[in-house]
């Protein structure tokens, strides 16, 4: 498969982030489109899309790059019903086991090996997702728990590190669309909100407090009211500098696109 992009031009900053770069994807497989989900993996990106398939490509370094597209080799449902195999998280397994893939519709996350051949877990959130279409759209690795997000924004899920707890969200903001460890406990997460002109996507930044976490901050995205802001990911540059990649979801539908863009969050200046 292969990947073209064109550049897309954007404000040049939001807040406090630099845009590092931005690109329009369009894919030669059908099944390349309706990203959810992203992380980075030997110095490439990976995806998971709303029907159930990885994406594996290369950072952008001219207008093509080749990728690689399969299945997920097992889910919850019939795998002939793509709704079925919506994924929307994605996260390293804290113990290296693999990846974690959250689903929606039937709630489930599933941990397949690290080179998606086999799934070797799952666990059935069903009775706690009582919303059809707000599963868990993000996931973070903290220490050996894992933080699933459901999309409605106002609640996380702490697992694996013993009996699932539910912990609030103070003050939510909108619904999440993805999150991940920052460090010192932050989380980073895409928080979206649907109003009559269209979307309006931020980063929103995430810090303990008391049994649960508040947001501490929050920026809007410069993208347009059509595009959907759905996966983030982050890597920490030589210079101290986070960079966050985003991706957003066309939802298999025009004039919806995939955009991939690199923000960067240089260091904080100690105080004088």
Same mark, same amino acid.
């Given at each position: ?25 369009? &894919?030669?497989?059908? $099944?390349?489109? #309706? *990203?959810?989900? !992203? +992380?980075?993996?030997?110095? =490439? /990106? %990976? @995806? ?79 009775? &706690?997702?009582?919303? $059809?279409?707000? #599963? *868990?759209?993000? !996931? +973070?690795?903290?220490?050996? =728990? /894992? %933080? @699933? ?124």
């Amino acid at each position: 498969m292969k990947i073209e992009l064109a550049p897309v031009q954007l404000p040049a900053t939001a807040g406090p982030l630099r845009v590092a770069g931005a690109w329009r994807l369009t &894919g030669d497989d059908p $099944r390349f489109g #309706g *990203i959810s989900a !992203m +992380a980075i993996h030997e110095k =490439a /990106l %990976l @995806a998971v899309t709303d029907s159930g398939a990885v994406v594996r490509f290369a950072k952008p370094a001219g207008k093509r790059v080749a990728a690689i597209i399969t299945d997920v080799p097992d889910g919850p449902g019939d795998p002939q019903f793509k709704r079925a195999r919506d994924a929307e998280s994605l996260v390293r397994d804290p113990a290296g086991r693999g990846w974690w893939v959250g689903f929606e519709n039937r709630h489930s996350l599933w941990l397949f090996d690290l080179r998606f051949e086999r799934a070797l877990a799952r666990i059935n959130l069903g009775r &706690g997702i009582r919303d $059809r279409n707000g #599963g *868990i759209e993000g !996931m +973070a690795a903290d220490g050996e =728990a /894992l %933080l @699933a997000f459901p999309e409605r924004g106002n609640r996380v899920l702490r697992l694996l590190d013993g009996p699932v707890r539910q912990l609030p969200i103070v003050n939510p903001r909108g619904r999440i669309t993805d999150a991940m460890m920052l460090g010192g406990g932050r989380v980073a997460v895409i928080e979206r909100r649907w109003t009559v002109f269209g979307f309006r996507n931020r980063l929103g930044i995430l810090e303990p407090s008391g049994a649960g976490f508040r947001y501490a901050a929050a920026v809007r995205l410069p993208v347009s009211p059509i595009d959907n802001v759905e996966a983030l990911t982050a890597e920490r540059l030589a210079n101290g500098t986070i960079r966050f990649w985003m991706m957003t979801d066309d939802n298999y539908h025009a004039p919806m696109r995939t955009l991939l863009i690199a923000f960067d969050l240089p260091p904080q200046r100690p105080a004088s």
